[in-house]
């Protein structure tokens, strides 16, 4: 038997049962993103209006590609959970469940086509 008081068994739990680690998982991408995507746009800018051989040079090169390459995995995963946010809100049912998983599925794809792109390029 446990005398525990209600705020007790709430205490971080949130509406979901995981509202907090979704919230740090939020907050954590948010403030990478904060230093990644002015250095992806600096990156990407200086790569810009060269040959198609002085663009395979500039990502072939360490920096440039994995600056794209980190950039792109967490903005598509932050949008994906903030996707998952807005369905799990808004959507109730076998149609959340459907939903839910092909935001993940476009997700992964995503991420998957853009480093394969990004592979090509480098190598």
């Known amino acids: 038997m446990q005398f525990l008081t209600d705020r007790k068994r709430a205490q971080g739990l949130g509406a979901g049962g995981a509202g907090t680690h979704h919230h740090w998982q939020m907050i954590v991408s948010s403030i990478c993103l904060v230093p990644l ?24 090169r360490p920096f440039p590609a994995i600056v794209t390459g980190l950039t792109l995995v967490v903005v ?4 994906m959970h903030e996707a998952q946010v807005a369905i799990e ?11 839910l998983i092909a935001v993940s599925a476009f997700s992964y794809t995503l991420i998957a086509a853009g480093l394969f792109a990004l592979v090509k390029l480098a190598l």
Do not use: S
Request: glycine share 12%; aromatic share 12%; net charge negative.
């Open 76 to 79: 598509i995963l932050h949008l």
């Open 37 to 60: 995507v002015p250095l992806f746009i600096i990156t990407f800018g200086l790569g810009l209006g060269g040959t198609q051989e002085e663009v395979l040079a500039y990502f072939a």
């Open 89 to 99: 809100d808004y959507m109730h049912g076998v149609a959340e469940k459907l939903a």
